[in-house]
């Protein structure tokens, strides 16, 4: 067995047995909090696991709450999962996969790039945008990296450069990279640590956000980073080539080699449209917003509608990381409902001696050490639902106002271009 096995199992033993402590203390907050413990370490450790260890954490907070009261579990279920958040980003799951099945993703991707001329450092901005305009399509920054990277080795092709030795090249797969992560943090449908983000504001640090009001809270944060990352590209791997005609013709050959407009794109757009429209409208519409999209997107299951074939996607349904985030949903409701990481935030305050700072040192401070700990997380989704609270909770113990480091590291969460083992897109 190798050395990072062993040190896997020994830290997976350690923490069942922390675990165990923590459920026979009795307090609820304990137990919670044995619960997030369990979770980061099993959703961290073992990420081809996710469906078993999600339908376990689901289940150990289920008994723990029960114990304490039933009516207050069941108000607690029914809080979680009724409200707009779950059903969305469902949608978005069954939305993306039409965009991948009917060809719309890669049609808008390559209209932006012609449309925006074949000059190398156009390119690579086009891949920006593309990325923004597919972002809020999909909850899964995992497959529009899938939607995106083959158009990007295409765009590379080309402009005829060598495989792994042109500068160009390696701007273009980097941006794609960045764009993808940075224009995640954009639009609440856009990854799944958004709507964990999103719960932890409303019920910790008094801020609620819809998809309209994240949107426009983190629209101009998604467009500073994207202007940096490609002036920084742009500088670091200066394209070695130069624009041509050929070039701009291969390119146009790659969007015309779609053809007109399928029946199948129109019918996804629409309904995509009208989803936005309902995301959007959210605050002011007295239905269920997500549930709503989702009865829409299903609508493009029907043999009459065809464009999906329910056997061919429950195959290629990421059921894992859709129940991951059913059980993240879950654990981010206990932990604002219990305070269950003050204990830890008292901690880490204590031995940082934080409240020394004054409130604008402690706010960069915050925020500064929670965005350095993207390199301990693998997942931008376990980050959000361990980090937010954490740090609302170091924030209300210094007496400043949560939301001024709670929003900046809610819309920083899914910004994971530190290292490549940070998220899986990389």
């Not at 939305?95 to 390119?123: D, F, H, Q």
């Not at 980097?174 to 609440?188: E, K, P, Q, V």
């Not at 376990?382 to 480091?405: C, D, F, N, R, W």
Request: glycine share 8%.
């Amino acid at each position: 067995m190798r050395t990072g096995e062993i040190t896997k199992y020994a830290v997976t033993a350690l923490t069942i047995l922390a675990f165990l402590y923590l459920a026979a203390i009795g307090t609820i907050q304990d137990r919670i909090l044995g619960v997030v413990l369990l979770a980061l370490v099993v959703w961290s450790l073992y990420p081809k696991r996710h469906l078993e260890s999600s339908l376990l954490i689901i289940a150990l907070i289920g008994l723990f709450e029960a114990s304490l009261n039933v009516q207050e579990f069941i108000n607690g279920l029914f809080s979680t999962y009724g409200g707009s958040g779950l059903w969305i980003i469902l949608s978005g799951f069954v939305l993306a996969k039409g965009m991948e099945v009917s060809g719309l993703g890669k049609r808008i991707a390559l209209m932006i790039a012609t449309s925006m001329g074949c000059k190398p450092g156009n390119v690579i901005l086009a891949v920006a945008v593309a990325s923004m305009a597919i972002a809020p399509l999909s909850p899964s920054t995992t497959a529009k990296a899938f939607m995106i990277l083959p158009i990007c080795v295409g765009l590379a092709e080309a402009f005829g450069v060598e495989k792994g030795k042109s500068r160009f090249g390696a701007a273009i797969m980097l941006m794609a990279m960045a764009a993808n992560n940075i224009s995640s943090t954009a639009f609440l449908t856009a990854t799944v640590p958004n709507p964990i983000s999103a719960e932890y504001l409303a019920t910790s640090a008094g801020v609620s956000l819809d998809w309209g009001g994240w949107f426009r809270m983190a629209f101009p944060i998604t467009v500073l980073l994207l202007a940096a990352s490609y002036l920084i590209l742009t500088h670091m791997f200066k394209p070695e080539i130069g624009a041509s005609k050929e070039t701009y013709d291969r390119v146009c050959g790659m969007r015309d080699g779609l053809g007109p407009l399928t029946r199948r794109e129109k019918i996804v757009a629409l309904t995509f449209g009208v989803a936005l429209i309902l995301w959007i409208t959210e605050r002011y519409n007295p239905l269920n917003a997500g549930l709503m999209s989702l009865a829409l997107s299903l609508l493009l299951f029907p043999p009459q509608v065809g464009v999906m074939e329910a056997g061919r996607f429950s195959g290629s349904v990421p059921w894992g990381s859709i129940v991951l985030f059913a059980a993240t949903m879950l654990v981010a409701r206990a932990v604002g409902r219990y305070q269950a990481l003050d204990p830890v935030a008292n901690g880490l305050f204590e031995v940082l001696r934080l409240g020394t700072l004054q409130p604008t040192l402690f706010i960069g401070a915050a925020v500064l050490f929670a965005m350095f700990l993207h390199l301990v997380f693998t997942s931008t989704t376990v980050y959000a639902t361990v980090m937010v609270p954490i740090i609302i909770s170091l924030t209300k113990i210094h007496g400043t106002e949560a939301a001024l480091t709670a929003l900046p590291v809610a819309f920083l969460a899914p910004v994971a271009v530190i290292l490549p083992v940070n998220t899986i897109p990389k």
